[in-house]
């Protein structure tokens, strides 16, 4: 389908082209024909082509297709985002493992992790992940970016950029913007659990922190989350930027169209990309959206697909490359390594009888498992209410170790009991329940994180054909320090939850379960079950040099060795902010954007940072 200038129109059918045998050998893979710009794409050709439609790429559509004398087009693989269930918070739990709107992703065999695959959530539709997320709010701390070392990318550069992309509900307040466009607010769900939380938190010594966006202060602390949100409703990059500029006539936006392969030529004076091979289904012929001289191409794919695309492309390490038959443009070695995330596991309790039915599960669901109707008028009236909720927008930060210069920690406090300890099957043993006609049991869950992980794992090639998911070594625990965090971490969230007034609203431990005590039962608890915080950063690194394994130019974000080709999205984040990362790619694309568009560079700021 594809979605132009004003109009909608049903391109995908009719624009795929009939099934071609004409399958040729290319690179060491069967290939079916390439036809030159006769796709849904148009034969025109484009000043930008986005590769992907997700976060960082509405937020360019948006910026580049403001300049009318530019031509720009957004290629992304799923629907739009205009599901139901991507607009209402709640809706998530229906997103993970989506047939349509989620990759369905896991990583290799994990050794370490008593042989499991970890499942890997990532965003398919125009807003990409944040149409999926948790829509959390947060964008580290100031050490985070300091400690990249990059020119132009010290906490004291970025933050400027942090409060001119937001649209913050609640301000004017000091770091906090209200003119961007990324739409913020506190938490529009409270549940009595909530305070509760924070009472016990406060027992164990944990001051309270009013605002964890506040660079003014440390990050230590309980409070509430805010919220990627607008009203009760997600503000995912789709409807805050693409949908604004949508009507523009030199923007155009081709949905289930997946890129194959960046096409670049190799000239005497190097290499250039020309333009992006893509299909509008997998067995029909493949088209390529063309470049307008001097025109570029964007990587906006995501942490996962980018250095995909780019080593599918002949970008990437180049022993690799030649193992797989394809050619080597550009002799990378950091594409696809230091891949990082923050590796989450739970502790979860039921409730004692008497109190069940104070969970956000029993608010919106009945003894059934229905929906309840009053939760879907009071978010249809007032758009709050248990329907506003992803769930897990309070919580804390933490040290787990007075060594620590920051927290290492992220508690998230659900007000309801996880069926399962591996985060998201809880949604799968929830259908179970449903079937039977059984009711969601009460309770409270910590989702712990290790924010601040250093273990770095990678993504590779399984084979040439853009179509096989890439070899995906998520490689938790290479560094003994994530796993010693999220042990303390159990036994932290359990201090807390044997403090009053929670503990009197709890019945047993359902995991990791009391019989789970020494730190080597622990330990095991948590290799058995750790899953992922959704937070897939730095395979596409940028740096000063591809000598120190940066892939693009902390500069201008360029693709080292290829002219007209640049990442933006999340992959291009050197190390993993300690908070959740959609924050950071939005900044990371309007940066990209004004340098585009020749309305700033990537330097070191010389302004007072405004807050
Ligand atoms: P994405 O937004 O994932 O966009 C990539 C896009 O490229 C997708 O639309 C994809 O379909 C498309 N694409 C990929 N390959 C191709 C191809 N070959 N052809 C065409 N299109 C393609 N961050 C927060 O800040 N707060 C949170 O609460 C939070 N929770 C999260 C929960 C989940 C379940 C997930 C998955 C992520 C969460 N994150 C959160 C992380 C955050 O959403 C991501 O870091 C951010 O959205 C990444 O943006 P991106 O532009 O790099 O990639």
Redesign the pocket.
Known sequence: MMLGPKTVTRGATKGAAPRSMAARRVGGARRLSVRAAAGPAGSEKFDYVL???????CVLANKLSADGNKKVLV????PTGDAMEVAVPAG?TR??AHPVM??GMSSLTQKQLVAREIY???????????????????RGSAADYDAWGLEGWSSKDVLDWFVKAECYADGPKPYHGTGGSMNTEQPRYENVLHDEFFKAAAATGLPANPDFNDWSHPQDGFGEFQ??QKKGQRAD?YRTYLKPAMARGNLKVVIG????KVNIEKGSSGARTTGVE?AMQQFGDRFTAELAPGGEVLM???????P??LMLSGVGPAATLKEHGIDVVSDLSGVGQNLQDHPAAVLAARAKPEFEKLSVTSEVYDDKCNIKLGAVAQYLFQRRGPLAT?G?DHGAFVRTSSSLSQPDLQMRFVPGCALDPDGVKSYIVFGELKKQGRAWPGGITLQLLAIRAKSKGSIGLKAAD?FINPAININYFSDPADLATLVNAVKMARKIAAQEPLKKYLQEETFPGERASSDKDLEEYIRRTVHS?????GTAAMGASPAAGAVVSSADLKVFGVEGLRV????VLPRIPG???????VMV?ERAAALLRGQATIAPSRQPVAV
Request: charged share 10%; with cysteine; proline share 1%.
């Open positions: 590769v992907g439609g997700g976060t960082a790429s290629l992304e693989a799923g998530i997103l993970f989620d990759w890997l959530a990532r965003g398919r539709m125009l807003g990409g992940s944040s149409g999926s997320n948790a829509t959390l709010y947060h919220v990627s990059t169209a997946r890129a194959t893509y906006c794919s995501g942490a996962v697909h980018t995909h695309l992803t897990c853009p915080g959704n937070a897939l950063v933006v999205d999340a992959s908070g959740q990362t959609g924050a950071a790619t694309a």
